[in-house]
């Protein structure tokens, strides 16, 4: 998003104000606002956002190139794709994972409600014997 509003324009102390603002998350929210303190006193948004953890280190590396190099939204922009895109592949391989456990959890399942129907005929059976 941060990426987005500045390459519509947008000067990047307003532009991560915000997104602060549009951030759900409480500590992503309270450390863009320190983040944009610090620009407003003259530091760098790498520099900023390298004093957290909540920001993976190539992430942070992305913004000082863009940075270094004047092109902040265009790195902005790539670093957002790449994490979406590193996103989805979890997800996918998450969900590739949970498919073969809930097939298991539903044999079980079925296989203890067969059990629960036959055992009683079984018993008698035995009586009946």
Do not use: D
């Not at 500045?6 to 603002?21: D, F, H, M, Y």
């Not at 280190?57 to 939204?73: D, S």
């Not at 079925?110 to 018993?123: D, E, K, R, Y």
């Amino acid at each position: 998003m941060l990426g987005l509003l500045l390459a519509s324009g947008v000067p990047v102390i307003k532009a991560i104000e915000i997104t602060g603002e549009a951030i759900v998350n409480r500590e992503y929210r309270l450390f863009l606002a320190e983040a944009s303190e610090e620009l407003i006193q003259g530091g760098s948004l790498s520099v900023a956002l390298r004093k957290s953890s909540l920001f993976p280190p190539l992430m942070v590396h992305m913004i000082a190139v863009g940075e270094k190099g004047g092109e902040l939204e265009a790195m902005l922009i790539k670093a957002g794709n790449a994490f979406e895109k590193e996103f989805e592949a979890s997800i996918t391989r998450s969900m590739a994972l949970l498919e073969p456990l809930l097939i298991l959890g539903m044999g079980l399942c079925v296989g203890t409600v067969v059990l629960a129907v036959l055992l009683p005929i079984f018993q008698l059976n035995q009586l009946i014997k």
